[in-house]
Every structure is written in C-alpha cells, then in structure tokens.
C-alpha cells in the first residue's frame, strides 16, 4: 500500500476529496436549496413523491463516492501509518466520524427504500412517517459530522 501511495499520491488524495466533496456537499445542496423548495408544494403526494425520489438520487449517487472514500482512505492509513503516527487521534476522530456518517447514511437509506415501497402502494401516512426525521434531524448531522470530518482531513494533511 505504500509504494501504491506514493506512486498515486495525488490521485489517491483527489479521488479522496471528490467523494467527500460530492457526498457531503450533495447533503448541503438537498437540505439548504431543495428542501426548503419542495415545501411549497401543497399535494402531499406529490410533495412526497418528489422528495423520495430526489432523497433516492441523492443516496444512489453517493453510494460509490463512500466506496472511494472507504478505499482511498484505508490506502492512506496504511501507507502513512495513520494509526500509529503523531497524528493518530486526529486519524481515529476522522475514521470514527465517516463510520458513524456510513451508519446513518445506511439507516436513512433503508427508510427511504421501506417509504418507497410504501408510497407505491398507496400507504402515504406510513410514507411520510417514516422519513419525517431525515431531513430536519439525520441529514443535519451527516451534514455537520462530515464538515468536521474534511476540517480534520485538512489538519491531517498539515495544512491546518
């Protein structure tokens, strides 16, 4: 993993960031310029509609960039020693904070998949209930856990 490192370095680090970038930053655009857009909708059954599909886009675009975020980062710990270095209690916060990001994203995934289905056939209440909390309460903390998370990575990298 080492010589992979610093024969990839740059790309490593950039492929890094860009998963970061868009899954983080895909959350800002949803909670901040989407949400507040969609709740001027006044059919409820559109307005959940619509919002389980974008919810849907949003989690299947960011599916592959936690992978990279995954591979790219256990690439790193590796190569430079990220668990034993100078550094290792920024390493573990950062890890600690994707891996609790990883679990919510997982636990809203899921719901949203279930409100689908339910929605599908009709069952709007049950629908509804079951996401009502992602985008006021676990969409807000992946939000701020991964800010946290890229001002740790910045710091990592000796530039903060």
């Known amino acids: 993993m080492t010589e992979l490192f610093h024969n ?4 490593i680090v950039f492929l890094h960031v860009l998963g970061a970038f868009v899954w983080v930053g895909g ?5 901040v310029a989407v ?3 969609m709740q001027s909708i006044d ?9 389980l599909e974008i919810t849907g886009r949003l989690f299947n675009l ?3 960039f936690i992978a990279i975020i995954l591979a790219t980062g256990l ?3 590796i190569a430079l020693g990220g668990h034993h270095g100078a550094q290792k209690a920024l390493f573990l916060a950062k890890e600690t904070i994707w891996t609790v990001m990883t679990i919510n994203y997982a636990y809203m995934y899921f719901k949203r998949a279930k409100a689908w289905k339910l929605f599908g056939v009709g069952d709007l209440p049950a629908a509804k209930a079951l996401v009502a909390n992602i985008p006021n309460l676990l ?3 992946n939000i701020v856990l991964g800010v946290t998370a890229l001002w740790l990575g910045v710091s990592l990298r000796g530039l903060g």
């Open 43 to 51: 059919d409820p059954k559109i307005k959940l509609g619509k919002t």
């Open 27 to 31: 959350m800002i655009a949803v909670r």
């Open 139 to 141: 969409l807000p903390i």
């Open 75 to 77: 690439i790193m710990a």
């Open 8 to 11: 990839y370095a740059h790309l």
């Open 62 to 64: 960011v599916m592959p």
């Open 35 to 37: 949400h507040p857009v």
